[in-house]
């Protein structure tokens, strides 16, 4: 089953979902690590053209996930009201700091006027320039990237608890099992 339902999460839904996750937690930890590279270190160049080319990736999946969830009905909900609208609000936070991450990390990128390489395949031209872009850009994506991480951690924890505590089938439906 692709798309969704309003008993369970369609396939496109739940791999769209399960690949963002594991790109923010591959781009958040391979950021980390390229914050302490060197000049000399052999990954100094190599590293930053990945994680832009993955982010670059993220970004076309975050918006085809916007779409996806935009035309497609979602499965109703199995939290109290108040939970399901904190869990509503919460999905709000993390997709608007994944693309605030994103589009940040973009800037940083094109701060100097260069296009970004796409795993060699093609290249994202720069939009524009502001004074300061880089740094700005930087602090911005440093704080969004944290915020996204920690929302996220929480985010699994509540599935976590839902499905030990509370006994729903809230983490089992994003695992393709229903309800």
């Excluded at 699994?156 to 499905?163: E, N, T």
């Amino acid at each position: 089953m692709l798309s969704n339902t309003s008993e369970r999460w369609g396939s496109i839904s739940i791999a769209l979902h399960w690949l963002s996750a594991v790109a923010v937690i591959g781009l958040f930890a391979s950021g980390w690590w390229i914050s302490t590279l060197t000049y000399y270190h052999p990954w100094y160049n190599a590293a930053p053209w990945w994680h832009k080319s993955f982010g670059i990736t993220l970004l076309a999946m975050t918006l085809l996930r916007v779409v996806w969830r935009l035309v497609t009905p979602t499965p109703r909900p199995l939290e109290h009201r108040h939970e399901a609208l904190a869990a509503k609000l919460g999905h709000g936070l993390i997709y608007l700091l994944l693309l605030t991450v994103l589009c940040s990390g973009y800037l940083i990128s094109t701060a100097e006027g260069s296009p970004i390489s796409v795993f060699g395949w093609f290249e994202i031209l720069a939009s524009w320039r502001f004074s300061r872009q880089a740094t700005l850009m930087g602090t911005l994506h440093w704080y969004a990237a944290w915020s996204l991480v920690i929302l996220a951690a929480g985010h699994a924890l509540f599935a976590l608890k839902h499905h030990f505590l509370d006994h729903r089938a809230t983490l089992t439906r994003m695992l393709g099992r229903g309800s």
